[in-house]
């Protein structure tokens, strides 16, 4: 019997007596394929196997899964985590806490995974390490001792991560935000989208921002923010963020109370955007050549709402958020097409708008050199007039 088959597959016997084998050998070569092909199976699958490997564990065997902590999965830690603590509670925490200080990435992830379930009050000893271990260059062993200080109500961390966000250094807010978002710090939301707006990573960070707080409370209590944070969020993809989050946000009920119910400028300008990125996706099947057939489904539904879209309607609008000082006015310039409301922002003092509006107009075909003479007296960075000089 081919055991990843059965233990994979719809036959319960098979997959009962596959998950058995699994465990009581313990059956190291097939937990490794298991996760070696993780990536090629669906959610569902991964989360009936975890299942069946957790049904077939009991107080006998549960410690042969310790066989399996030198292969990482996120798919299988929180199951290994609960059976070692189900079964060994306490008793076999001296062992897990010498794993976390002194063994390899894969088994410390596992065992703060572990630690999730154990008390606090045993934890506290060794939380200098839980802090530096978040710092971790392996992804899982950083999410899941984050994940621990959360837990821990380490204020310290959070703390130090609300410092980070006014660091002038924009990798360093990053990670500060992936700390915050992954630390479930949902006060911290404010300064997040304070950091987005003013970052070249603006992109990145308005990615992890779904996972910290959902859309449409966002977007019920900051409205014009959870616009911006969608505006950088459609903007990103395929290139950032993969095309499948548009099922996975919901993005075609979005669009489509915004258009009926909430039409503003700044929400036309979001479906302005929308409509020109999902009608790209849904034409050029490169873009979606990675993405199942559902994903597929909701592209070319939500492309097709977009298209229904009164066009003069939308644009009408965006002059609305032509000046500088709004946070939306980059993308405003990629499609206003009236050249006189461009030409008004040419007396910006903001280098990097005048730049954006010099590279449309170019496009365009309506640069001359007037227009340039007037963003050039606003102009002081070397590396921007070295641009707009070829311009």
Known sequence: MDLFKALTGKNPAEYEHAAKCLV???????????????????????????????????????????EFLQYYSASYDTMIAEVLYQYGGLEILPVMKEIFLNENDEKKA???????????????????????SSKSDFEPLKINSIELLAKMDDTFSKENAITNLGSTDEFEQYEAVKFLVTYGAKDCTDKIISVMKKSSL????????????PFDELLENKFDDGILVLCNIINAIPEIIPASVAQEYNFYEIFENLYYNNLTSTSALLLTLAKDKFSSLAENEEYLFDCDKNTKDEILSVSKLLKGFNTNKLNNLLYEELYEESDFV??????????????TLLDSTNQTLLLKVLTSLKEKNALNSLHKQTALKNI????????????
């Open 24 to 66: 009581n050998e313990p059956n190291v070569d097939l937990f490794k394929k298991l996760v070696a092909q993780e990536d090629f199976l669906f959610d569902f699958v991964k989360n009936n196997v975890s299942k069946r490997i957790q049904n077939a564990c009991n107080k006998e065997n549960y410690l042969n899964l310790m």
């Open 110 to 132: 596992y065992a703060a995974k572990y630690f999730s379930f154990v008390p606090n009050e045993y934890l506290s000893e060794f939380v200098a390490q839980i802090r530096e």
């Open 202 to 213: 603006a992109e990145n960070i308005a990615s992890e921002i779904p996972f910290l707080i």
């Open 330 to 343: 980059f993308f405003a310039v990629d499609y206003v097409k009236d050249i006189e409301e461009l030409e």
């Open 380 to 391: 002081t960075t070397p590396a921007i007039k070295e641009i707009v000089d070829v311009l």
